[in-house]
């Protein structure tokens, strides 16, 4: 057996507890699969009085000193944030030192600079548990379907707007009740703002897209919507098409007129009840997969949690140590193809959109002439609330209702055109909703009871 490999442990929380535990229960295990023993060479905290339960020998206030000392091996980086992470990681990467971390934000911004490091000095960069937790999805990605073309890689990436979207359709709950709900039990942080609005799922599109097609993509060029917006009557109206309503995290390899261009999404959307994601319920991630050979792959599990999360930052840190016994390095990232971002106005979806009109002869052919004149072309239309009451509205001349639009495969800038005429119409009280429908490579006609 080599020499010990010695770990430099950054963050000691929800996360780095339980590495803390694994490498302790299972080092005799680890010791064998690595070809040497992995042994914490110390743990940075900012509060050392919180940790009892670790050696206090091994706790630190000062990462920069445990990551510049000589024995360090790997750093593991479970801190999360950009700085101190960012800059502590590229030292440590300079200096030769393997790096495993579970920062999807700093990797999502600071991919290209750390990958960089990691090239120059011959050492391992993983970052498994950055995306989708428990699930082994990156290395899949990068290594097992290096072969093949991948398409396109679309899924549920982020556990609490998922268990929101969930509670919301199985109880019928308003948003900012199945916020709280979530909030009760453990599943949204005190602020949500991260989750919420899209911005973690938007930092693992970016990671998923980067690896997917060999292209840098930041958080930054990634479209995104969060989930705030979702109403129980959006929820209501995916139940009557048959559709239910899940935050998505889209990346696919497209075709333009230009050449071809990476597409990276964020957005709540309808999909087909009949779709495997549309049962991902609660606090589950799962994530589609399709390349030109393998066809369409599914990854599903635990996106968060402590264990879960450890057990992938383990494996990097496995696949690391043993690297550093053999002497050699595992797989770059490869960055060669240089794709352009698609500008989402030239996005194609299949849209949902309810219009409040004023229930008067001709407003249907109206609403549908606006469509029309944008080449947004419409598939199904339907008029709730016909001969309601207006009380209230202060119209005066006419109901109200809804007209329920469904359409057809439209650009995003064609639907928000469209939309903006739609609110300069004397018959149109406003438009209620928009939310997309995404068929994920199903057939249009899978979409059933839209009438
Ligand atoms: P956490 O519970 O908040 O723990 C963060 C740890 O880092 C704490 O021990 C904290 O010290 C320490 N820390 C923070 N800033 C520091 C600084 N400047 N100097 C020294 N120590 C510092 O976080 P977590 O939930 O374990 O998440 C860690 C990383 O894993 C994040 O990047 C997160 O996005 C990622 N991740 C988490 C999950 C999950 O389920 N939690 C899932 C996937 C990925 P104190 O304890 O003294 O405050």
Do not use: W
């Amino acid at each position: 057996m080599s020499d010990s490999i010695k770990v430099a442990l950054l963050g000691c929380g929800v996360v780095g507890s339980q590495v803390v535990r694994l490498l302790d229960e299972q080092a005799e295990e680890l010791a064998a699969r690595v070809g040497a023993p992995v042994e914490l060479a110390g743990i940075a905290v900012r509060r050392p009085q919180r940790h009892p339960e670790v050696p206090a020998e091994l706790l630190t206030t000062d990462p920069a000193a445990l990551v510049a000392r000589p024995d360090v091996d790997v750093v593991v980086e479970l801190m999360g944030g950009i700085e101190p992470a960012r800059d502590l990681l590229l030292d440590a990467l300079k200096n030769g030192r393997s790096v495993v971390s579970a920062n999807k934000a700093l990797l999502a911004e600071e991919g290209e600079a750390l990958a960089a490091a990691a090239r120059e000095s011959g050492a391992d960069l993983y970052y498994e548990a950055s995306v989708a937790g428990a699930i082994p999805l990156l290395r899949p990605i990068q290594q097992s379907l290096a072969g093949d073309r991948i398409r396109r890689v679309a899924g549920i990436v982020n556990g609490t707007t998922n268990f929101i979207l969930s509670a919301m359709e199985s109880t019928g709950a308003g948003y900012a009740d199945a916020l709280e709900e979530a909030g009760r039990l453990g599943y949204a942080e005190a602020d949500p703002t991260a989750d919420v609005d899209g911005y973690d799922a938007a930092s693992k599109a970016a990671i998923l897209a980067s690896l997917a097609f060999h292209t840098r993509v930041t958080a930054a060029d990634v479209h995104r919507e969060g989930i705030r917006d979702v109403t129980a009557t959006d929820i209501a109206s995916a139940r009557a098409l048959g559709c239910s309503v899940k935050l998505l995290a889209i990346c696919e390899q497209v075709d333009t007129a230009d050449g071809p261009a990476v597409s990276a999404r964020v957005y709540p959307a309808m999909i087909p009840k009949s779709h495997p994601l549309a049962s991902v319920s609660g606090a589950f991630n799962a994530v589609f997969v399709e390349a030109d050979a393998a066809g369409a792959l599914m990854f599903y599990g635990q996106g968060a949690g402590g264990p879960q999360t450890a057990s992938a930052v383990l494996g990097d840190l496995v696949a690391a140590a043993r690297n550093r016994v053999i002497g050699g390095r595992g797989p770059r990232d490869s960055a060669y193809a240089h794709l352009p971002i698609q500008p989402m106005g030239e996005v194609r979806t299949r849209y949902h959109v309810n219009v409040d009109v004023h229930d008067r002869a001709g407003v249907l052919a109206a609403v549908a002439s606006v469509f029309a004149a944008h080449d947004v072309s419409i598939a199904t239309v339907k008029q709730e609330g016909r001969g309601g009451d207006d009380e209230g509205h202060g119209d005066g001349d006419a109901s109200p209702a809804t007209l329920v639009v469904v359409t057809h495969e439209a650009s995003d800038a064609a639907l928000q055109a469209t939309v903006e005429a739609l609110s300069g119409l004397e018959a149109v009280r406003g438009v209620a909703s928009i939310l997309r429908v995404e068929d994920l490579g199903r057939p249009v006609s899978a979409l059933g009871g839209a009438q």
